[in-house]
């Protein structure tokens, strides 16, 4: 399996980047992951470089708290059952376009609640690392 982030934007705060590191460390152990940061303040622009990562090869998935919501056990089996590369889009402050949301296969929300594009990114790296642990049948994710 191979996964690959992108995150429109920066990440700031040290105290987001710090954790996320150490679930990027974890969850290479057993997958493929990559993270690409977007940045550029130009919203047509952005939408153009976040486009050109949905190809017919990958299995591309946009952040909205508008998309479908999963347990963690849900999440693991559906990103497990995905027979392509995953490619998860965080969007701006701003979210995503509309055309880009309509142009992936999937629309995946953490929660109903609009969080920063910070902390959206921070989660879903934890969500990943449980599913991975989850997979593997880890003490990580308690019943």
């Known amino acids: 399996m191979k996964i690959k982030v992108l995150?429109?934007?920066?990440?700031?705060?040290?105290?987001?980047s710090d954790k996320a590191k150490k679930y990027l460390r974890w969850i290479s152990r057993d997958i493929s992951?990559?993270?690409?940061?977007?940045?550029?303040?130009?919203?047509?622009?952005?939408?153009?470089?976040?486009?050109?990562?949905?190809?017919?090869?990958?299995f591309s998935i946009?952040?909205?708290?508008?998309?479908?919501?999963?347990?963690s056990v849900d999440f693991s089996n559906f990103i497990f059952d995905q027979k392509?590369?995953?490619?998860?889009?965080?969007g701006p402050p701003d979210g995503l376009t509309k055309y880009l949301i309509k142009s992936t296969d999937f629309i995946l929300s953490l929660s109903k609640f609009t969080v920063?594009?910070?902390?959206?990114?921070?989660?879903?790296l934890e969500q990943i690392y449980r599913a991975v642990?989850?997979?593997?049948?880890?003490?990580?994710?308690?019943?």
């Open 33 to 58: 992951i990559e993270v690409i940061f977007l940045k550029d303040n130009d919203l047509k622009r952005l939408d153009k470089k976040q486009l050109h990562y949905i190809t017919p090869d990958v």
């Open 62 to 71: 946009a952040m909205s708290e508008h998309g479908k919501e999963f347990s």
């Open 7 to 16: 995150v429109a934007g920066k990440i700031k705060e040290k105290c987001y």
């Open 84 to 90: 392509k590369e995953l490619i998860f889009i965080i």
């Open 116 to 124: 920063p594009h910070e902390l959206a990114y921070l989660v879903l």
């Open 133 to 143: 642990s989850i997979r593997n049948g880890s003490k990580y994710h308690r019943v």
